[in-house]
């Protein structure tokens, strides 16, 4: 079942970009909630490790292997990242259908099933009509979501340039929007949707015990449909 045919006007749903190792956990953490995420994977860069300077740290950024892909995921959804992680809206047009559906095309035999989601790789413009476009007409592709926040919950006219609610370390705001999703009674459907990387839990010690407040705050609700990408948005 899907958001459309549950008969409910609220929905939650997780997107997290990049299938590094500080996925498992967190996945331990959605499964104790009950909740559903998206993961979105370079098939060309998996196994890979590197290290990240976040906040003055050296931060673990290190890839999940392909052999464990479809083992971590179990239950909830894999989606494109592109191949190598560029900035699309840089590339030629056969390129950008390159990194997008051949990526599309490996996690779709790594997992076995047909991928159809996607989140668009790289900070800053890292999307724009024209590769949208592309994606749409040339693609399996079904939706891609972008790291643009909106901070409210209204359904969106355009899969391929679909912009999330809010950032998961804004904490303030995501608190604030969590009890505003539950005590509201819509007249029509509405989406919260929350997006980041599980690596950025590493900044420090109470990120993740933070974060757990929040899925406490808004999971096990009645009137609210939890899904994946593809349950919520398709």
């Not at 292997?65 to 809206?89: I, Q, R």
């Not at 993740?208 to 705050?217: D, R, V």
């Amino acid at each position: 079942m899907n958001f459309k045919q549950s008969g409910k006007l609220k929905a939650v749903t997780f997107s997290y970009d990049d299938a590094v190792t500080q996925d498992i956990e967190f996945i331990e953490l959605l499964n104790k909630y009950n909740l559903k995420g998206t993961f979105n994977v370079n098939s060309e860069l998996l196994g890979t490790n590197n290290m990240l300077i976040r906040e003055n740290k050296r931060i673990a950024h290190y890839k999940l292997h392909k052999c464990d892909v479809k083992g971590v995921y179990e239950g909830h959804e894999v989606a494109v990242h592109t191949l190598t992680h560029p900035k699309l809206p840089e590339l030629p047009d056969a390129e950008v259908i390159r990194q997008v559906e051949q990526d599309r095309l490996n996690l779709s035999e790594i997992v076995g099933y047909e991928v159809v989601g996607m989140a668009y790789p790289g900070g800053g413009v890292n999307n724009d009509d024209r590769v949208a476009e592309i994606i749409k007409n040339n693609t399996g592709v079904k939706y891609s979501r972008t790291t643009t926040c909106t901070d409210n919950f209204d359904l969106q006219n355009n899969p391929y340039r679909f912009n999330p609610t809010v950032y998961h370390l804004d904490f303030d705001k995501i608190m604030q929007l969590g009890e505003k999703f539950i005590n509201m009674t819509p007249e029509r459907q509405q989406i919260f949707y929350i997006w980041g990387h599980t690596y950025e839990f590493d900044y420090r010690s109470d990120y993740l015990a933070k974060f757990e407040e929040f899925l406490k705050l808004i999971a096990n609700k009645d009137d609210i449909f939890y899904g994946t990408n593809k349950d919520v948005l398709l």
